[in-house]
């Protein structure tokens, strides 16, 4: 079984996102082993990219700071280095396929899985273009995650067949961030996936709350939030590590308790 996969082997999973370099490798290194801590139970870790089309203005803004302060796909790497001394929660790389196209699919793949990386999410790659990648991943042992959003049932269906690791289910169409209510039927979601492959869900885009990280795990496999902890880094700096944990770890919590 995956890494990635294994994350879900305990029950619901609490997924955090970061972007890394935002506001300082520095702390993204810290906030990886508090969250770990907190509860989590997998953490993606964002590689900045310059035009990052489905982000909300959230995490679009934390990709420019992290760029304007010199953060690079290599440094990322060194950082993930010191992170695999220390911890071995999953990680997975979210990044867009230009960035893993202008430093070389294959380099880029292989020194991911290298370095102790278990999986990449790509979400402005299209489900019909995933052949560029798909072969490389499974090379050097990386899962592929599928994002799927509220299209249609056939869609769904044929991308859960090819799913490797967890199936990203986008809870709402549009960008990533807070949102004050989640109206997608996330259960046909699910079970549409779960028809085709007996693959852990987890849903993202727009969760903030215990409330609603609860609601979304309760009807999947676990729970993904992104700007909200963004956002926590925005607001306090280099000083956000305690904030974050806290937050991870009450979100943890209630998905944990389901």
């Known amino acids: 079984m995956s890494k990635v996969k294994q994350a879900f082997a305990r029950g619901k999973a609490f997924i955090p ?9 520095e702390v993204t290194e810290q906030l990886v082993y508090a969250m770990a ?8 870790l964002g590689i900045p990219f310059s035009d990052p089309t489905a982000e909300g ?3 679009q803004a934390a990709n420019v700071r992290a760029l304007s302060s010199g953060v690079t796909t290599d440094k990322i790497f060194h950082m993930v280095r010191r992170l695999r001394q220390k911890t071995d929660i999953p990680l997975v790389f979210m990044t867009y396929a230009n960035v893993v196209f202008s430093y070389g699919a294959d380099k ?4 991911a899985a290298e370095i102790g990386m278990d999986g990449l999410i790509l979400p402005d790659l299209p489900f019909e273009e995933k052949g560029e990648f798909d ?4 090379q050097y042992g990386l899962d592929l995650i599928s994002l799927i959003a509220p299209t249609s049932h056939e869609r769904i269906r044929m991308i859960a067949r090819a799913a490797e690791g967890f199936v990203y289910c986008v809870s709402s169409l549009g960008v990533t961030g807070v949102r004050s209510r989640i109206t997608t039927d996330v259960g046909a979601m699910v079970k549409l996936v779960k028809e085709e492959r007996d693959i852990p869900c987890a849903v993202g885009f727009g969760i903030s709350t215990p409330a609603q990280a609860a609601d979304m ?3 999947s496999d676990g729970a993904i939030v992104g700007s909200a902890i963004v956002k926590l880094c925005a607001q306090y700096g280099a000083d956000c590590v305690m904030h974050v944990a806290d937050y991870v770890k009450e979100m943890a919590q209630a998905v944990h308790a389901l």
């Open 217 to 219: 795990a309760a009807k």
């Open 37 to 44: 801590d907190a509860g989590a139970d997998l953490i993606e």
């Open 135 to 138: 072969p490389l991943c499974r």
């Open 57 to 59: 203005p959230v995490i």
């Open 17 to 25: 996102f970061v972007t890394c370099g935002d506001p300082s490798l």
């Open 108 to 111: 880029f793949i292989r020194t």
